[in-house]
């Protein structure tokens, strides 16, 4: 059995998700896993963590089913990846980029959470 210190006061903390505000955020990606979608196909779930301003230390996810190719594409040219080369999952990891969110349902019906517009390499 593992015995945990709580660093935080849980009345302090909410019950819920609460999705980052719309707009446009610097992170950085900081883990990708290969997984199946609900629907059985191959998709990379990419965890972002903003990495400036007032929501700096946030996190954000993006599933990116891989017959979806724009969105596949949006992430091989942040990594600098040439038509006809191999994307290495391991080569997004530390990539950062300006990124633009939006705040959407949930398809389940529970809540709301973030999903990634658009994104920019960020050279800063």
Do not use: C, H
Not at 93 to 104: N, Q, R, S
């Amino acid at each position: 059995m593992a015995r945990l210190s709580l660093g935080f006061n849980l009345e302090d903390v909410s019950s819920t998700f609460e999705p980052i505000p719309a707009g446009t955020y610097i992170a950085r990606i900081v883990d990708v896993e290969l997984k199946k979608s609900s629907k059985g196909n191959d998709m990379l779930s990419i965890k972002w963590t903003v990495i400036d301003g007032p929501m700096e230390g946030k996190n954000f996810f993006d599933n990116v089913v891989l017959s979806i190719e724009w969105k596949v594409k949006q992430y091989a040219e942040l990594i600098g990846v040439e038509s006809g080369n191999e994307l290495d999952t391991e080569d997004l990891k530390g990539a950062e980029a300006t990124v633009t969110l939006e705040v959407k349902d949930r398809t389940d019906g529970n809540g709301q959470t973030n999903q990634v517009k658009s994104m920019e390499a960020f050279n800063g």
